[in-house]
Antibody
Framework: EVQLAESGGGLVQPGGSLRLSCEAS????????MSWVRQAPGGGLEWVSL???????AYADSVRGRFTISRDSSRNTLYLQIDSLRADDAGVYFC???????????WGQGTLVTVSS | QVVLTQAPSASASLGASVKLTCTLS???????IAWHQQHPDKGPRYLMN???????NKGDGVPDRFSGSSSGAERYLTISSLQSEDEAVYFC?????????FGGGTRLTVL
């Protein structure tokens, strides 16, 4: 069974940093296309970043240069390093697996990021 | 860049059927999409992908009451024999070169 478990969210001051983790089971992260998707309070879903099977990456314009997606094959874990946090980065961050590079076919339960001074 | 448009809300009675629509932006009528369901304070759940010819493949455990179809730039999710647990927000999702895009979501109320 495919399972995704996010962690690492919390309260951070504007300008601060955070590293989110997504531990996967039931499949191999390094053989998959994996994304981070976020949801502002009461809002819709926004794709943030994706890492391809070969390790290259893609980012939404709103986060490029501040967020870094990566993975650790030995831990079967996906990461999102978030730097220079802004108020509009607040929300629940979900990790997701893609069917090839197309649709998302599995989701985690999310981890909450709160940005406040 | 591709844009997906969904009505913000829909409602239907318990036991009835409802058809939710996701519209692809101009020039993207050949694109496939996926439907996802989200209950309050939960992570989304993948329901199915829908191709431009209406073909669809459902995720594990998705009831037969859920089906997908297409017409032109519109992609549909039909839920029949509505149950109370179908009350949720439904998002469509597609992809283009280097970007993955979501519609704004339709909040379905089961009356």
């Amino acid at each position: 069974e495919v399972q995704l478990a996010e962690s690492g969210g919390g309260l951070v001051q504007p300008g601060g940093s955070l590293r989110l983790s997504c531990e996967a089971s039931g499949f191999t992260v390094s053989n998959s296309y994996m994304s981070w998707v976020r949801q502002a309070p009461g809002g819709g879903l926004e794709w943030v970043s994706l890492i391809f099977r070969l390790g290259n990456t893609a980012y939404a314009d709103s986060v490029r240069g501040r967020f870094t997606i990566s993975r650790d094959s030995s831990r079967n874990t996906l990461y999102l390093q978030i730097d220079s946090l802004r108020a509009d980065d607040a929300g629940v961050y979900f990790c997701a697996r893609h069917h090839d590079g197309d649709w998302i076919d599995s989701w985690g339960q999310g981890t909450l990021v709160t940005v406040s001074s | 860049q591709v844009v997906l448009t969904q009505a913000p809300s829909a409602s239907a009675s318990l036991g009835a059927s409802v058809k939710l629509t996701c519209t692809l932006s101009s020039g993207r009528s050949s694109y496939a999409i996926a439907w996802h369901q989200q209950h309050p304070d939960k992570g989304p759940r993948y329901l199915m992908n829908v191709n431009s010819d209406g073909g669809h493949n459902k995720g594990d455990g998705v009831p037969d009451r859920f089906s997908g179809s297409s017409s032109g730039a519109e992609r549909y999710l039909t839920i029949s024999s509505l149950q109370s647990e179908d009350e949720a927000v439904y998002f469509c999702q597609t992809w283009d070169t280097g970007v993955w895009v979501f519609g704004g979501g339709t909040r379905l109320t089961v009356l």
